[in-house]
């Protein structure tokens, strides 16, 4: 597309992006042990932003609401956490009708990992830590025999690897009260990107996102860590910055809602955005 121009291009890398994100999102499904998940997770957030920048420039190129929607799906599948996926995964196993002493063997193989993995973590002589990984790879084939033996039972395949990903129409209708909105944060290399979600609109403000902001953000965190610090002119002068540089420049758009749902990303989960404060306060 840089050398040709052509939207078609922008179009057929948005496509790739989007069967690569199906791929890793079967793949995450079929891993049992939350550190593989991890692993692939951070694989992937490495390329996260092109997605969501191909995205918005197909928004701007062509106007289609769609690109925008695509662009919300990318960011927010990116935020969704390993913990999230082990949650939902226990409450499968429970719908999909799994019998109670199987669950209760993978819960107890899964333990013994854990722990036999803590205590090669803190081993340094060879011949026990050859012992204990023995034990965990032994376990860890356990494991594998019993996640086959729950693909024998269909209603829990189903629910496992359906696509489960909510359409921001659903958002709007299922989720977000009237006069309310939902800000959704997004870090990217030089800028942040915020989704403004309605009933009726979804909407994105770019902000200037640099490291003197990280700065604010950090010390902010570390002085409210501190009762002696709470209220300090120090503390309100890094709540007025932080509320200058995300918060006023969506102030218009705010205008009509009573209500704000925040969706924090990387850096910004450290703030607690009700303490923010404007110039006036």
């Given at each position: 597309y840089q050398e040709k121009n052509k939207i078609d291009y922008l179009e057929a890398a948005l496509q790739t992006f989007n069967s690569l994100y199906q791929l890793t999102d079967y793949v995450e499904k079929t891993y049992e042990s939350d550190e593989a998940r991890i692993f692939l997770n951070q694989k992937r957030h490495i390329s996260h932003q092109q997605p969501i920048e191909i995205c918005i420039?197909?928004?701007?190129?062509?106007?289609?609401?769609?690109?925008?929607?695509?662009?919300?799906?990318?960011?927010?599948?990116?935020?969704?956490?390993?913990?999230?996926?082990?949650?939902?995964?226990?409450?499968?196993?429970?719908?999909?009708?799994?019998?109670?002493?199987?669950?209760?063997e993978e819960i107890n193989c899964k333990e013994l990992i854990n722990q036999l993995s803590l205590k090669a973590s803190g081993t340094n002589d060879s011949i026990s830590l050859a012992s204990l990984l023995a034990q965990i790879r032994e376990q860890e084939?356990?494991?594998?025999?019993?996640?086959?033996?729950?693909?024998?039972?269909?209603?829990?395949?189903?629910?496992?690897?359906?696509?489960?990903t909510i359409a921001v129409a659903d958002l709007q209708k299922e989720v977000i009260p009237d006069?309310?909105?939902?800000?959704?944060f997004h870090v990217g290399d030089t800028n942040l990107l915020c989704w403004v979600i309605s009933k009726n609109k979804l909407d994105y403000v770019k902000i200037p996102y640099s490291d003197s902001l990280v700065t604010h953000i950090m010390e902010l965190n570390r002085e409210l860590q501190s009762n002696d610090a709470f209220n300090t002119t120090s503390t309100r002068t890094h709540a007025?910055?932080?509320?200058?540089?995300?918060?006023?420049?969506?102030?218009?758009?705010?205008?009509?809602?009573?209500?704000?749902?925040?969706?924090?990303d990387d850096e910004l989960s450290y703030i607690p955005f009700e303490f923010l404060i404007d110039s006036s306060d």
């Open positions: 420039r197909l928004f701007q190129l062509t106007g289609k609401n769609l690109y925008l929607e695509q662009a919300f799906f990318f960011d927010e599948r990116n935020k969704a956490s390993v913990l999230s996926l082990g949650l939902s995964d226990a409450a499968l196993k429970k719908a999909g009708n799994l019998p109670a002493p199987l669950v209760a084939i356990k494991l594998e025999s019993i996640n086959k033996q729950f693909d024998n039972y269909p209603a829990y395949h189903e629910l496992k690897f359906a696509n489960n006069n309310s909105a939902i800000l959704s007025r910055i932080l509320y200058r540089h995300l918060i006023q420049p969506l102030e218009e758009k705010l205008i009509p809602f009573d209500q704000l749902m925040i969706i924090p």
